[in-house]
């Protein structure tokens, strides 16, 4: 199905709740907006995908086609996963879900979501524009992110709409492997990440939108030289040659235990808890089989690179209500995970390193849609201006 087609049918899921929500106050409005900010989105990616086709390029099984971009923005989200809700430091709305059993398709439930131990405690906050400082209450919650679209085929893009991009080299095509040193037996997969800010498109919580304002390609590992060689990655984070040593690696062990219960041990940065035994180097290779697992590993990393880079911002802590802080040193307890397709955890997401044994069994589609895609879900503390401008 083309985007323009998925781009119509999520058109059509928004005039049907339209429907339902006119009967409440602003209902109608907010879907209303929300239609007018995704049209600028899909215009700029749909003619991405028009270009890819023009190349020759057209889907294939190789490439699936998701609904990330269609129904899949309201239906494959986990809605109940942005509480708990803390207001001034206190938890105004908690989370509901309940601690264990299964959800309604038969699923185990993952760990529930919790407030980071690092999330902002003050009572007010106050924060300087270059002008009049302006003075406000701190807000957090979790807010979906950003998409990590996983695959094995270079230039594959199933949230495009299963597209072709046409970008990349054939040699670095991707392997499910196994669990060796050598780099040609381990598992590979590129990454491609969009910014997602569903909830900033809705204007909901608008106080604490996130600073993506619409969908758009942050990152594709088949342009980045450092995703296929562990040496040249070594260049890039010197950090990597601690993380991969014996001593290291032992250390990881306790993460591993904790973090698959979904409370990952922070100051151990360099761990991966149950999906790696460490993070080093940042690379698309990974000792770990199953495509659940592998990918889940290689997606943290990409992540941990990016902290590194100076791309992943911290949005936790009294500190950053203001502004986002520079974290080199990834804090794992600061983001969950939901796999968004091809079968969502639709009432749940789970903690960085939990075990897949809680939440990564039947997510795939084997021969159909192997390659899993991830939400990234991120704590965010805002200050929600009531003295200023």
Known sequence: MSLCR??????????TMRKKLNRNTGGGKVLDRFGKQLATSFLALAVMSGVARADGEETVDECPASNMLGSGMVSNICWSCIFPLKVAGITIFGNSQEATGVDGGGFALSSKPAAPSNAASKAICLCDNDALPTVGIPIG???PTEVYETTMVPGCSSTLGGVRLGIADKIFLGTAGDPTSDLEQQSFNHIHTFS??????MDLFTKCAASYQDIDILYMSELDPMWN??????????MSVFGSSVIAQSACAADAISASVGKPVD??????GSWTSTMAPYTGFEHAQGNVQFTAATSLKLLAMDAARGLARRTVGDD?????????MLKRSNYRWQVAWPRAEASR???SGESILRWGAGRTIPGVAEMPIYLQW???????TVLGK
């Open 229 to 238: 060689d562990p040496i040249v990655a070594l260049y890039g984070n010197p």
């Open 141 to 143: 919650m979790w807010l």
């Open 378 to 384: 991120q704590w965010v503390d805002c200050c929600a």
């Open 320 to 328: 950053a209500v203001c502004q986002a802080r520079y974290q080199p």
């Open 6 to 15: 998925r781009a119509e049918s999520l058109c059509s899921s928004i005039v």
């Open 267 to 272: 100051n151990l940065f360099w761990c991966g």
């Open 196 to 201: 997602y800010p569903v909830v900033t498109l």
């Open 349 to 351: 997401n789970h903690a």
